[in-house]
């Protein structure tokens, strides 16, 4: 009778942790999903980069642009903040520079803007904005 | 149709407008000066796809991005 018992319960505290564990991998799917503001960033940036840096970005979560004033390679990575690097002539980062919308903007907004601003405006862009040492 | 796209924390906020419409150019243009004198940036882009930035209203643009003024981070 005890033994029974024991079976019993064994098996219901078998399927409640079995379905605990569903739960938690459904709440943290819910939690790590894109955000719909998020999406929509990414497709706006995404239809404002050109061809070359479209494949880039897919690539490697980066992208780069030229200075308008200077005609220096900076790279733009997938953050909302501290994400521009200055590139040396072998391409490799030697300066970041950190300057962003003055408004709590999604990732792709923010790079965007830091695009725009680098392609069009490359100075002013850079007179906001602080440096710092990439690592 | 035109649209002006301004990016805001909601991730951008789009406004379609007729361009043979008096009235909906109007409305675009002042809310085109409302947005760039509250220091947001106009950009359009050439036929080569290359981001312009712009000061004026421009009525033949098919779309207009805003974005807030830049500050160092």
């Not at chain 2, 419409?21 to 409305?27: P, S, T």
Request: glycine share 6%; charged share 25%.
């Amino acid at each position: 009778m005890f033994v029974t018992l024991l079976h019993v319960a064994d098996d219901q505290l078998r399927r409640l942790l079995a379905a605990c564990s569903r739960w938690a991998r459904a709440f943290r799917d819910w939690y790590q999903r894109p955000s719909t503001v998020e999406f929509r960033g990414r497709k706006l940036l995404r239809e404002w980069l050109s061809a070359e840096q479209l494949a880039q970005y897919d690539a490697h979560d980066y992208f780069e642009v030229t200075g308008c004033h200077t005609g220096k390679r900076y790279r733009i990575s997938h953050a909302g903040g501290a994400n521009v690097y200055e590139l040396d002539d072998a391409g490799r980062p030697h300066a970041g520079w950190c300057f962003v919308p003055n408004d709590h903007l999604v990732a792709g907004d923010v790079m965007l803007a830091q695009k725009i601003a680098l392609e069009t405006d490359e100075r002013s862009a850079l007179a906001v904005a602080n440096n710092f040492m990439p690592r | 149709m035109a649209t002006q796209i301004v990016m805001d924390r909601n991730g951008d906020t789009r406004h379609n407008f007729d361009v043979t419409d008096a009235k909906a150019m109007l409305k675009a243009e002042r809310r085109f000066k409302a947005l760039t004198g509250a220091g947001f940036t106009a950009a359009t882009r050439t036929a080569g796809e290359e981001p312009v930035v712009t000061r004026t209203f421009d009525p033949t643009a098919e779309e207009t991005l805003f974005f807030p003024r830049l500050v160092g981070g």
